[in-house]
C-alpha cells in the first residue's frame, strides 16, 4: 500500500531533551516537506526536500533540523526542544513539488 | 510572496444543500492551486487541484472548485452536501517557480443532518 509513515504518532517529552520524528515512503517521490499545524494558523511548512541531499527552510525552520540521505527516508529533528514547539506535524510527499502530496497521519508532540 | 486566505473559519450547512468553501490567493505568476480535506485524527487527503486549463476543475467525493483569475479566487464546491462531508478544508498555493506550497488556515465544515 503506497503511503506516508510517521512515528511517534504521539510524543510527550521536556524541554532541551533532543528527539526525532521519522518519516518515510514508499512511492519514490522525490519530493518530501514537513509542516506543523496549530489551531488558527493552518499549516506551516518547516524544511522540504527536492531530493536526496538536498533540503530547504520553509517558512518556520527555527528550531529544526532534517535531513535526507536516502529517497524514502526524511527525519526530522529538534536538537533542544522547547514548549512553543508543541504541535502537530505532518510529513508530505510527492513525486515533485507540483503535484498533489500525500501526508502521514501526523505526530502530536508535546514539549512540557 | 505568495499568500492564501481562507475567509471563514466555519461553514454550517444543511445535509443536501450546496456548499462553498471560500479560498482567495496572491502569488506573483501563475498559480498552482489545490484543496486538501482533513478529517478527524487523520493526514490532509488531496481533493482537487488547479494548474492550467479549464477553470472548473472536478476532484474526489463529489467535490468541484472554480478559478477566477480576475478575483484571484479558487471556491470549493458540491452541489449537495453529506454529513460525511464534515471535515477541516485546506486551500494551498504555490506560485509557478516557487518550490514550497503555502497552505490556509482552514475551514471547518459541518454538514447538519
Known amino acids: 500500500e503506497a503511503q506516508v509513515t510517521q512515528n511517534p504518532r504521539y510524543l510527550i517529552t521536556v524541554t532541551g531533551k533532543k528527539l526525532t520524528v521519522t518519516c518515510s515512503q514508499n512511492?519514490?517521490?522525490?519530493?518530501m516537506s514537513w509542516y506543523r499545524q496549530d489551531p488558527g494558523l493552518g499549516l506551516r511548512q518547516i524544511y522540504y526536500?527536492?531530493?536526496?541531499?538536498?533540503?530547504d527552510k520553509g517558512d518556520v525552520p527555527e528550531g529544526y533540523k532534517v535531513s535526507r540521505k536516502e529517497k524514502r527516508n526524511f527525519p526530522l529533528i529538534l536538537e533542544s526542544p522547547s514548549p512553543n514547539q508543541t504541535s502537530l506535524y505532518f510529513c508530505?510527499?510527492?513525486?515533485?513539488?507540483?503535484?498533489?502530496?500525500?501526508f502521514g497521519s501526523g505526530t502530536q508532540l508535546s514539549v512540557l | 510572496a505568495q499568500s492564501v486566505a481562507q475567509p471563514e473559519d466555519q461553514v454550517n450547512v444543511a445535509e443536501g444543500n450546496p456548499l462553498t468553501v471560500k479560498c482567495t490567493y496572491s502569488?506573483?505568476?501563475?498559480?498552482?492551486l489545490f484543496w486538501y480535506v482533513q478529517y478527524p485524527n487523520r493526514g490532509l487527503q488531496f481533493l482537487l487541484k488547479?494548474?492550467?486549463?479549464?477553470?472548473l476543475v472536478k476532484g474526489s467525493y463529489g467535490f468541484e472548485a472554480e478559478f477566477n483569475k480576475s478575483q484571484t479566487s479558487f471556491h470549493l464546491k458540491k452541489p449537495s452536501a453529506l454529513v460525511s462531508d464534515s471535515a477541516l478544508y485546506f486551500c494551498?498555493?504555490?506560485?509557478?517557480?516557487?518550490?514550497?506550497?503555502?497552505f490556509g488556515t482552514g475551514t471547518r465544515l459541518t454538514v447538519i443532518p
Open positions: 512511492m519514490n517521490h522525490e519530493y
Open positions: 494551498a498555493v504555490r506560485d509557478a517557480g516557487a518550490n514550497n506550497l503555502f
Open positions: 502569488v506573483s505568476g501563475n498559480p498552482y
Open positions: 488547479y494548474i492550467t486549463g479549464d477553470n
Open positions: 526536500s527536492m531530493n536526496v541531499e538536498v533540503t
Open positions: 508530505a510527499s510527492s513525486f515533485s513539488i507540483g503535484e498533489k502530496l500525500f
